[in-house]
């Protein structure tokens, strides 16, 4: 009865120690970590791309993508940082469903949670190896975020977590970047109080310890969308919302006054393809404002090889098994004629 203890699971460092990054992973990581962090300080103006599929599904069709991201990475990169999205956790509304590659390395077996975190670190590993790619992942589990702190060099926290207290004091102890997303409900006040607790210092239990942290200066806000009373979804990325959004920065002591714009979700009403619009028109709002143009960092895109979504079982290769995705084809133009405009 109650909850039934499978097997004691390896602590991080152990992990890490088994499947170690090389010095020259070490450094590219890094260095990719300081080039994003200039933006979220004011200090350079290139866009960021937090972008890729909703959730990582398989290792191949993932690493096929980051290999086309890379070829156009270097295309871009006086402009544009690209930041692959390898989401390994899926947080599921009602806790049915696939709930990421953390779960279940292969979605069609059961779920085996050792293989699992055996299966995201070898693929954020890959990323990093042979493309050059630190990645983001969304903490969906605060506890599990150290299997992965090395390799990470954008975390965001989701519209359902965001109000919870352990994902705030863990954001807040975090050295890159920490998107925090507003909740579901679009209370844009919860917000901003998950981004002024995780840029606060804390004391706090984690893992069985008694920790400190040094409160994270990048932690910023990610606009997603909302669902209203009536349960319709509503966007928040309008020129109008910037406005209102980079008003709540200046009334707070907050540092480093960011938001990255996620264009699906609830913005798109989960429509994928309107990802395309919505990207060109948030572009077209910064280019009218330069408060705009300094708070709005950059776009989170759901995109992965093939246009929408299909049911696990299905097999088409690069295909999203969860929500929607923008086909590679259209994200390729999109993120040219980003560069083209910013």
Same mark, same amino acid.
């Given at each position: 009865?109650?909850?039934?203890?499978?097997?004691?699971?390896?602590?991080?460092?152990?992990?890490?120690?088994?499947?170690?990054?090389? &010095?020259?992973?070490?450094?590219?990581?890094?260095?990719?970590?300081?080039?994003?962090?200039?933006?979220?300080?004011?200090?350079?103006?290139?866009?960021? @791309?937090?972008?890729?599929?909703?959730?990582?599904?398989?290792?191949?069709?993932?690493? &096929?993508?980051?290999?086309?991201?890379?070829? =156009?990475?270097?295309?871009?990169?006086?402009?544009?940082?690209?930041?692959?999205?390898?989401?390994?956790?899926?947080?599921?509304?009602?806790?049915?469903?696939?709930?990421?590659?953390?779960?279940?390395?292969?979605?069609?077996?059961?779920?085996?949670?050792?293989?699992?975190?055996?299966?995201?670190?070898?693929?954020?590993?890959?990323?990093?190896?042979?493309?050059?790619?630190?990645?983001?992942?969304?903490?969906?589990?605060?506890?599990?975020?150290?299997?992965?702190?090395?390799?990470?060099?954008?975390?965001?926290?989701?519209?359902?977590?965001?109000?919870?207290?352990?994902?705030?004091?863990?954001?807040?102890?975090?050295?890159?970047?920490?998107?925090?997303?507003?909740?579901?409900?679009?209370? @844009?006040?919860?917000?901003?109080?998950?981004?002024?607790?995780?840029?606060?210092?804390?004391?706090?239990?984690?893992?069985?310890?008694?920790?400190?942290?040094?409160?994270?200066?990048?932690?910023?806000?990610?606009?997603?969308?909302?669902?209203?009373?009536?349960?319709?979804?509503?966007?928040?990325?309008?020129?109008?919302?910037?406005?209102?959004?980079?008003?709540?920065?200046?009334?707070?002591?907050?540092?480093?006054?960011?938001? =990255?714009?996620?264009?699906?979700?609830?913005?798109? *009403?989960?429509?994928? @393809?309107?990802?395309?619009?919505?990207?060109?028109?948030?572009?077209?709002?910064?280019?009218?404002?330069?408060?705009?143009?300094?708070?709005?960092? *950059?776009?989170?895109?759901?995109?992965?090889?093939?246009?929408?979504?299909?049911?696990?079982?299905?097999?088409?290769?690069?295909?999203?098994?969860?929500?929607?995705?923008?086909?590679?084809?259209?994200?390729?133009? @999109?993120?040219?004629?980003?560069?083209?405009?910013?």
């Amino acid at each position: 009865m109650g909850m039934n203890f499978q097997r004691k699971l390896p602590i991080p460092q152990e992990v890490k120690k088994e499947f170690p990054l090389t &010095e020259k992973m070490i450094q590219v990581k890094a260095e990719r970590d300081e080039e994003i962090r200039k933006v979220f300080e004011g200090k350079s103006d290139k866009f960021i @791309l937090v972008i890729g599929p909703c959730s990582a599904d398989y290792s191949e069709p993932v690493l &096929e993508y980051i290999s086309r991201l890379r070829k =156009i990475s270097d295309q871009v990169s006086d402009k544009i940082i690209i930041v692959p999205r390898i989401y390994t956790n899926k947080p599921r509304t009602t806790g049915q469903g696939y709930k990421g590659m953390l779960h279940q390395p292969d979605p069609e077996a059961k779920p085996d949670m050792y293989k699992g975190l055996i299966a995201i670190r070898e693929l954020h590993i890959a990323a990093l190896r042979d493309y050059g790619f630190s990645c983001a992942d969304e903490m969906l589990y605060p506890e599990n975020f150290r299997y992965l702190s090395d390799l990470l060099s954008y975390v965001a926290i989701g519209a359902r977590s965001v109000e919870n207290q352990q994902h705030r004091l863990t954001a807040s102890g975090i050295s890159v970047p920490v998107g925090m997303k507003n909740p579901t409900g679009g209370d @844009l006040s919860v917000m901003m109080n998950s981004i002024t607790a995780a840029q606060a210092s804390h004391t706090f239990l984690y893992r069985g310890w008694e920790v400190v942290s040094d409160g994270n200066p990048l932690a910023h806000s990610i606009l997603r969308g909302y669902i209203d009373y009536t349960g319709k979804s509503s966007s928040n990325y309008h020129y109008e919302d910037l406005v209102r959004v980079n008003e709540l920065y200046a009334k707070s002591n907050l540092v480093n006054p960011s938001v =990255i714009v996620d264009t699906n979700h609830n913005n798109s *009403g989960k429509q994928y @393809l309107e990802q395309v619009r919505i990207a060109k028109d948030i572009v077209h709002s910064r280019n009218q404002n330069d408060d705009i143009k300094h708070l709005v960092k *950059g776009l989170m895109i759901e995109s992965y090889l093939e246009d929408g979504a299909q049911s696990a079982g299905e097999h088409v290769f690069g295909k999203s098994i969860t929500d929607p995705c923008l086909g590679w084809e259209k994200t390729e133009q @999109l993120i040219f004629d980003i560069a083209e405009k910013i």
